[in-house]
T-cell receptor, first 112, second 111 residues
Framework: KAGVTQTPRYLIKTRGQQVTLSCSPI?????VSWYQQTPGQGLQFLFE???????NKGNFPGRFSGRQFSNSRSEMNVSTLELGDSALYLC???????????FGDGTRLSIL | GDSVTQMEGPVTLSEEAFLTINCTYT??????LFWYVQYPGEGLQLLLK?????DKGSNKGFEATYRKETTSFHLEKGSVQVSDSAVYFC??????????FGKGTRLHILP
């Protein structure tokens, strides 16, 4: 059974650009969550989607957005990139919200 | 709001030592509790879980008991190995079904 797949694995962008990250959950999983991981702040929750609807949102500015498609695949978008957005972005999936999550290997985003 | 506090690292132990990583949480109701582990160069993975008071989760020699009275879920292992070197995250499920992650405890095991 394939795990959670995140693409791309690495990204380099410059300030002011925007970026879209993709996540394919484990087959059958309908809940997808996104996290930002940095050395200073640890793992911070971005948002969670279930059946194409955003169920929960963390304390991030509106530049961070996401969506989920009918096949449960999810994308997150960050606009007007800032240096502080450099981080490892992790996607996690589960059958339902609040259940143990399976994580992808993440997308490492570097802002120059 | 719901929150979690886990001991700060790094924690450095010798092989075969006893390990405890403390974790306390604040939440209303009876949240499920999880420990996740992140090995070097790998993604997070679930280590163990407990879904109700007095439950003991266990996996790979690690154990944690859901203590409702002290709102704690401390991670323990009787004899650590070099291969246990990783970052460990305590993660309760909040009342709105979010999973809240602690800041992580980095564990170094010396041979």
């Amino acid at each position: 059974k394939a795990g959670v797949t995140q693409t791309p694995r690495y990204l380099i962008k410059t300030r002011g650009q925007q970026v879209t990250l993709s996540c394919s959950p484990i087959s059958g999983h309908r809940s997808v969550s996104w996290y930002q991981q940095t050395p200073g702040q640890g793992l911070q929750f971005l948002f969670e989607y279930f059946s194409e609807t955003q169920r929960n949102k963390g304390n991030f500015p509106g530049r961070f957005s996401g969506r989920q498609f009918s096949n449960s695949r999810s994308e997150m978008n960050v606009s007007t990139l800032e240096l502080g957005d450099s981080a490892l972005y992790l996607c996690a999936s589960s059958f339902h919200a609040g259940q143990p999550q399976h994580f992808g290997d993440g997308t490492r985003l570097s802002i120059l | 709001g719901d929150s979690v506090t886990q001991m700060e690292g790094p924690v450095t132990l010798s092989e075969e030592a006893f390990l405890t990583i403390n974790c306390t949480y604040t939440a209303t109701g009876y949240p499920s509790l999880f420990w996740y582990v992140q090995y070097p160069g790998e993604g997070l993975q679930l280590l163990l879980k407990a879904t109700k008071a007095d439950d003991k989760g266990s996996n790979k020699g690690f154990e944690a008991t859901y203590r409702k009275e002290t709102t704690s879920f401390h991670l323990e292992k009787g004899s650590v190995q070099v291969s246990d070197s990783a970052v460990y995250f305590c993660a309760p499920r909040s009342t709105d079904d979010k999973i809240i992650f602690g800041k992580g405890t980095r564990l170094h095991i010396l041979p």
